[in-house]
C-alpha cells in the first residue's frame, strides 16, 4: 500500500514538472513569436499585411525545421554493438 502510494506521488510530481516545463516552453515561444513579428513589421514595410505572414510562416517553418534536426541529433542514442566473447 505505502509503495503505491510512493508511486502516485512520484507520478504526480513528474505529471506537474512535465506541465510546468511545457507551460515555460509556451511562455517562451510567445516570446518569440511576437519578436519575430516586430522584426518583420520593422524590415517589411507590408509586416501586417500578406506578405508579411507568408513570410513570417515560412521563416517560422524553416527555423521548426531546423531546430528539429538539431534536436533530433542531440538525444540520438549511438548505436550499440553486440559484443560477444569468444574462448
Known sequence: MK???KDIRGQ???TIATLMT???GLIAALAWNEAI???ITTY???GGGITGLLIYAI???IIAIIASIIIARVIAKPAVQEVRIVE
Open 37 to 39: 513579428k516586430a522584426i
Open 3 to 5: 509503495n503505491e502510494a
Open 59 to 61: 521563416l517560422i517553418t
Open 12 to 14: 504526480v510530481a513528474t
Open 44 to 46: 517589411f514595410s507590408t
Open 22 to 24: 511545457t507551460a515555460f
